[in-house]
């Protein structure tokens, strides 16, 4: 039987959880750090030991529900698995829907400095800007949406439950803008759902190479440095994806059993994916913000989801199959750290109708500089209609 039902939802983390986080990190076995070793070899001791302290003694979780129910908030089941969601409607009468799609490490948190400027642009000092009702939804597998129940979940799957989602929402043309795993969804969704998608904006948007000598004797200064950024990545910052690709169970039970592990594994790419004109990756985002993040992922036992979320990808024949360039008008959003994309390479599989380049803010733009994406979302949606 089908259960079309959207069932109104908020969160409650027991007390229970939170005091077993607490114990668990108090009984962290920490390892030696070898003298004169920063952060080259992962995150330092010294370091992690201190963040783990503020998350155990000082990190007000609560305060984080409160602000995450001051919003509706919503689950659904598709295709047998429950999704959750932030729906928030604009007052404005022609706001267009608009889907947000967040990538790892990352959650429906990381667009709570965008909700006010998207929805009530007037309010935020920008009344001639464009208006948008929000949906945020917890991908499948990650944060509120709880644990994966089936294996098969690929990102063309997502893309399907995204689609019936805003489908059952009543919003039959949306756009969609996503980055990190946002930005192989989202531009799914345009090809595969391209009569209901009338945009599609992208950051952290992953580009190839296209062989052809004369592109590659094109390429300006600056896309050279982002290309040889991504020569570097593969070869020396891609273990996670492969550890989570190939082996997603075995990287999973260290990640599900071990607060300390989990925080540790994911400040590493705060650390290495912001801006790196910051230091310190609290630097860069909000330390609270961060341990709200990674609070979500230990609290809702997501572990093993989250990792086979990679998997899947790897080994889905759709991904790598050739397809058609995508029709669906692309805004493209570049930032300066881990943000590979190319315009030339991209143009040759999305409809570019918009490409912006930053000189601030990294791989987690939404929560290092939220006014420079909702500024570029708003500039790109808002030349749809004009």
Do not use: C
Request: proline share 6%; glycine share 10%.
């Amino acid at each position: 039987m089908t259960n079309n039902e959207i069932r109104p939802f908020r969160i409650e983390i027991p007390q229970a959880d939170l005091d077993d986080l607490r114990a668990r990190m108090q009984r962290t076995r920490w390892i030696d750090e070898l003298p004169g070793t920063g952060w080259e070899r992962g995150v330092p001791t010294a370091y992690l030991k201190e963040l783990a302290g503020y998350w155990a003694e000082k990190f007000d979780w609560r305060a984080v529900e409160t602000r995450l129910n001051h919003y509706p908030q919503f689950t659904t089941t598709i295709d047998g698995q429950n999704v959750h969601f932030l729906h928030i409607r604009s007052a404005v009468a022609d706001a267009t829907p608009l889907l947000l799609i967040h990538g790892w490490p990352g959650s429906v948190v990381d667009f709570l400095d965008m909700i006010g400027p998207l929805v009530d642009p007037k309010a935020h000092g920008d009344a001639d800007a464009p208006a948008f009702h929000l949906v945020i939804p917890s991908l499948p597998g990650h944060g509120f949406s709880g644990p994966l129940t089936e294996a098969g979940w690929h990102d063309g799957k997502v893309a399907g439950a995204l689609a019936e989602l805003m489908a059952r929402l009543g919003y039959d043309r949306y756009g969609v803008q996503g980055g990190d795993h946002g930005a192989f969804i989202a531009p799914r969704l345009g090809r595969e759902h391209s009569e209901h998608v009338l945009g599609v904006h992208v950051n952290a948007l992953v580009t190839f190479p296209t062989g052809d000598p004369a592109d590659m004797a094109a390429l300006t200064d600056a896309e050279k440095r982002r290309l040889g950024a991504m020569k570097k990545f593969q070869e020396d910052g891609s273990a996670y994806m492969q550890l989570n690709g190939s082996r997603p169970d075995t990287i999973a039970q260290l990640l599900a059993d071990s607060p300390t592990g989990q925080l540790g594994w994911i400040v590493e790419k705060y650390k290495e994916w912001t801006d790196q004109s910051h230091e310190l990756p609290e630097q860069a985002i909000d330390v609270d913000r961060m341990l709200a993040v990674v609070s979500i992922y230990w609290l809702t036992d997501t572990a093993r989801s989250v990792a086979n979320f990679y998997y899947e990808r790897f080994h889905d024949a759709a991904m790598f199959a050739p397809k058609p360039k995508g029709t669906v008008p692309t805004g493209v959003a570049v930032f300066t750290t881990a943000d590979f994309a190319i315009r030339r390479f991209a143009e040759q599989a999305h409809n570019v109708t918009h490409w912006s380049e930053f000189y601030a803010g990294g791989h987690f733009p939404a929560l290092e500089v939220p006014e420079l994406l909702t500024g570029d979302i708003r500039d790109f949606f808002g030349g749809l209609h004009g």
